[in-house]
């Protein structure tokens, strides 16, 4: 039998996305894959609108992996589920990604670090991106806007935990703070929409 050496880092990521990527026998699965979303699945807490900004491009490239797009900058997972308020994971839905690069600049010209995907059947997405640099007067940010099938359009950003920049940041709301595992380099946001 050949031995599977596991990095730390793996295990971290694995511990992380485990309810993204659970796939045990059908009950524990369920149970791995559907935990309570951030913010909690309720009509009165829905993900919240935040604006689209000043930076948003449409026709932006199917893409889930953002790092060739940027020869410097820290790398990281970001994945997560889309569910209603009811709690159902979405399949289907295109969500768009886009943010600035390391220097805190976005490409206005192109599409690098701008993608799309579409949430598997189980309403879960997975981006390999760069940590954002900073631009007066923000703090580290990543916007989305969710189309799902039917239903609501969703625009908003979401946030890095422990930013000094969180603070001044008058767009800057802590229900859509990504949970970050910093050793594993990775973080997970569930959106309700």
Same mark, same amino acid.
């Given at each position: 039998?050949?031995?599977?050496? /596991?990095?730390?880092?793996? %295990? #971290? ?18 149970? #791995? ?5 951030? *913010? ?21 490239? $199917? ?10 900058? =820290?790398?990281?997972? /970001? !994945?997560?589920?889309?569910? &209603? ?17 390391? =220097? ?8 690098? /670090?701008? !993608? ?7 309403? =879960?997405?997975? #981006?390999?991106?760069?940590?954002? !640099? $900073? ?8 916007? %989305? ?5 039917? !239903?609501? #359009? ?9 930013? *000094? ?8 709301? *802590?229900? $859509? $703070? ?11 946001? &569930?959106? %309700? %929409?």
């Amino acid at each position: 039998m050949a031995r599977i050496a /596991l990095s730390r880092r793996t %295990v #971290l990521i694995a511990s992380l996305f485990a309810p993204v990527l659970a796939s045990a026998d059908e009950h524990a699965a369920n149970a #791995l894959r559907r935990p309570a979303p951030t *913010p909690e699945c309720d009509d009165d807490d829905m993900t919240p609108e935040q604006s689209a900004g000043p930076y948003y491009k449409p026709s932006s490239p $199917l893409k889930d992996d953002f790092t060739a797009d940027a020869s410097e900058g =820290r790398p990281f997972l /970001l !994945g997560g589920t889309i569910s &209603d308020s009811a709690c159902k994971p979405m399949s289907g839905c295109m969500i768009e990604f886009w943010q600035a690069d390391q =220097r805190g600049n976005y490409d206005n010209h192109g599409f690098r /670090l701008r !993608g799309h995907q579409f949430t598997d059947a189980e309403g =879960r997405y997975m #981006l390999q991106t760069i940590w954002p !640099g $900073l631009y007066p007067g923000r703090t580290r940010h990543i916007h %989305v806007r969710i189309r799902p099938a039917s !239903g609501h #359009l969703l625009t908003t950003q979401v946030y890095f935990p422990d930013e *000094p920049r969180n603070r001044s940041d008058f767009l800057f709301r *802590p229900e $859509l $703070l990504i949970q970050f595992n910093e050793e594993a380099r990775a973080g997970r946001f &569930d959106f %309700v %929409v």
